[in-house]
Structures are given as C-alpha cells and as structure tokens.
C-alpha cells in the first residue's frame, strides 16, 4: 500500500463574543497603563467566552464555521482529534460531545489531546499519522480553550496575555481530496503537510502549570484549599526556554530539510507575545514580512493561535500557491514541535 499525504482542505475559526480589554484590566491593576501592556505584551484586547460558554461550544461553532465553507466537509469523518488543556470535564472527553452535538455519524472515532500551545502541531502529527497509515481518510483538528477561566485571579503579568478561542482544521488524504475537487464544485486543497518534528522537556513542567485542577490538585496536595483553576506560571524561565531550545531546534529543523530561513515564506509562531516573538524573529534573522502575527485583537489562545493566526493569512489571500509555512508551537510541558507544509494550489 502506498502510504498517502495528508492535505489540509480547510481551516475556520471561531471567538466568541465577551472582550477583556486592556483598560478594563487596569481598573483592577492600577499601576499599569492600558498602553504599556500593549508594549509589553502586543495585545490590546482579548475575546473571553461567557459563564455559560465552555470548550465544547466554542469548538462546535468553529467546526460549524468549517462546515459552512463547504457543506461537504461534514460526510465522511473518520477521526475528530480535539486539543485543549480546558476540557468541560475529566471524565468524559469533550471531543465526544462534540461529535454527537455535530451530528457525526457514531463510526467516528474522538479523542482528547492534553496539549497546550504545542498543541496544533501535535495534533497535525497524529492526524497525518493517521491519514498515512491509511487507518483514516478524513480528520479535523479541533482546537479550543477557555484559558480565561484560570487567569481571573492570576496577577496581572498573567492575566494580560491569554485570551479564549477555537479552531477546526480538516484534513484528507490527497487522493480523496482530488477526487472530491474534481466531482465539483472545486475547492481549495489549501496545504500539504510535510515533515514534523516533536520534543519535550519535561523538567519544565513546574514553570507553568495549573496546579489546583485534576486529582493532584483537589486530593492530598497543598494546593487543595483552592478550587479556582488559577495558572502559575515564571514568565522569565519560560522565556529563557523559548531562546535557549526552541530557536535551535528551528534551526536544526531548517537545515533537516535542506533549507536556509529566506526558502520558507511564512513563519507562524505560537503567538505567545510580542516580546517574545520579537525576540525570536531577530534572534532566526527572519525578515518582519516572512512572519505572521495575530495577536493584538486576540491575546495568546493556547493551542488555537497557529491556526488562528493561519486562518487568518489565508483569509487575507497572503499565502500563495507553492509557498512554505513553517508553524512552530512552544510552550507549557515544556513541550514543542515544527510542521512544515506547502500551499499546493
């Protein structure tokens, strides 16, 4: 059997409609100004679910948004892979609500990834792993997090970067992709996925975490006397992450694939913050026109903000036949990973 590429065929998103500004972060933390976060952090504003949103609606809407770009997105899905380190519960997993709240036939395998901003690139991987094996022709990637819940009592260095949001990505095996195309009426075959690279770091798990949620946090731990799912987390140590092991590992990455930093077109970062990001581009020498951001309106969305940010060039008609993205994720874990893939038409 020849193994199959696995091609993205669409990306959609959804952000609901709450906003955490930044002058309303400053009538609680009033030594800061609304102006200095934006320098500090590149956000403005946030979308923020409300209190009966949750990680489920959102990646229902953004999968509905999926399948209003095309109604036949929807027939056929093998496998729905759903990222999130906010799911509704535990115990089950959110991916299978959703699939009965879309409707999907129950043949459709589901299951929850706990990943958090490494989270897209992971979940491309096993997707692809899936489609080239053969044991799935149609997958979608659903990315969603309600983050905002664990930062209502962080400080305020917290509280200014994460915001909430979803994703949905489907993915098909070429062939069925241009069968599908050529029974019309045509759509796009936007990306083919290429080579993933994946590392972890677990030493770094302490540097950011939520501590109060799950068994460990409720049963026997000190952190027991907390209910509230508050995030902890040592901005500098992850930032020295960032710059100590992610940059050469992009690095390496390049040069696995026989490519230097000008032969990939656009570079989609966990959009963590401006800071960082800044840093990291400088640092690479990747030219400010070669790097996509979508972060001033949004904040950091977790495993959402690749294809967020993605969706978003796409949208803008700036990723162009045969280009080459390079989407990097970072973060919590710690844990990252690379994915390279070619806009094919």
Known sequence: MVAESAVITGVASYLPDGQLTNDMIVEHFGDWTA????????????????EAEFTSDMAVSAAEALFAQDPRHREDIDLVVLTTVTPDYIVPITAGMVQDRLGLPTSTGAFDVTLGCSGYVYGLSIATAFIESGRARKVMLVTSDRFTICTEKAPQQVRTI?????????????????????????????????????????????????????????????????GWPEVYMEGSEVFDFTLRTIAPRI???????????????????????????????????????????????????????????????????????????????????????????????
């Open 35 to 50: 102006e200095k976060i934006e320098t500090k952090t590149g956000i403005r504003s946030r979308h923020m679910a409300d």
């Open 162 to 226: 994460f915001g909430d949001g979803a994703t949905a990505t489907l993915l098909e095996a070429e062939s069925l992709a241009k069968q599908t195309a050529a029974e019309g009426p045509p759509r796009r075959i936007f990306g083919r996925v290429g080579g993933i690279e994946l590392g972890t770091d677990g030493s770094g798990a302490p540097r950011l975490m939520v501590p109060t949620s799950a068994s460990k946090g409720w049963v026997g731990a000190e952190t027991s006397e907390s």
């Open 251 to 345: 690095r390496s990455f390049l040069s696995n694939h026989d490519l230097g930093v000008e032969d990939v077109d656009h570079y989609v970062f966990h959009q963590a913050n401006m800071f960082m990001l800044e840093h990291m581009r400088r640092r690479l020498k990747i030219q400010p026109e070669q790097f996509v951001v979508r972060m001033e309106d949004v904040g950091n969305t977790i495993s959402t903000s690749i294809p967020l940010a993605l969706d978003t060039a796409i949208s803008k008609g700036e990723v162009k036949p045969g280009a080459r993205i390079l989407c990097v994720g970072f973060g919590t874990g710690y844990s990252w990973g690379s994915v390279l893939l070619e806009a094919v038409d």
